[in-house]
C-alpha cells in the first residue's frame, strides 16, 4: 500500500541549490514520519533528515544542518528537501522513507523506500 518516488535530483555546481521531491502514496499520510537519507557507493546510507507526521518536529544530520530544510505537505503526500550551499561531498542517491510513528535515524527502522535520486556536485 506504499510508495514513494523521489524527484528533483541533478547536476549542479557547489554552492547551488536543489529542492527534491518526495512523493507518497500512503493511505493515512499523516500517520507517517518521513525521512531522507543519503548513499554513496562503498557507504553505509545514511540520516539527513526527517519531519514527523504534524510537520512540528524535525531532525537533522549535523553535517547538513542550517543547509537542509524538510518539509512536507500532507494535503498533497508530499515532503521536500531545500538543499542549500551545496559541496561536492553532498553528491549521493538520495531517498526517501517512511514509517509510522515518530522519526528515526537509523535505515533499518524504515520498510518503505523510493527508488532514489542522484544529485550530483561539482567543485
Known amino acids: 500500500q506504499v510508495q514513494l518516488v523521489e524527484s528533483g535530483g541533478g547536476l549542479v555546481q557547489a554552492g547551488d541549490s536543489l529542492r527534491l521531491s518526495c512523493t507518497a502514496s500512503?493511505?493515512?499520510?499523516?500517520?507517517?514520519?518521513v525521512a531522507w537519507f543519503r548513499q554513496v557507493p562503498g557507504r553505509e546510507r545514511s540520516f539527513l533528515a526527517g519531519?514527523?507526521?504534524?510537520?512540528?518536529?524535525?531532525k537533522y544530520e549535523e553535517s547538513v544542518k542550517g543547509r537542509f530544510t524538510i518539509s512536507r505537505d500532507n494535503a498533497k503526500t508530499t515532503v521536500n528537501l531545500e538543499m542549500n550551499s551545496l559541496k561536492p561531498e553532498d553528491t549521493a542517491v538520495y531517498y526517501c522513507?517512511?514509517?509510522?510513528?515518530?522519526?528515526?535515524?537509523?535505515?533499518?527502522?524504515?520498510?518503505?523506500w523510493g527508488q532514489g535520486t542522484q544529485v550530483s556536485v561539482s567543485s
Open positions: 522513507a517512511a514509517k509510522v510513528g515518530v522519526v528515526a535515524v537509523t535505515s533499518d527502522r524504515y520498510d518503505n
Open positions: 500512503i493511505d493515512r499520510f499523516s500517520r507517517y514520519a
Open positions: 519531519i514527523n507526521g504534524g510537520a512540528v518536529t524535525t
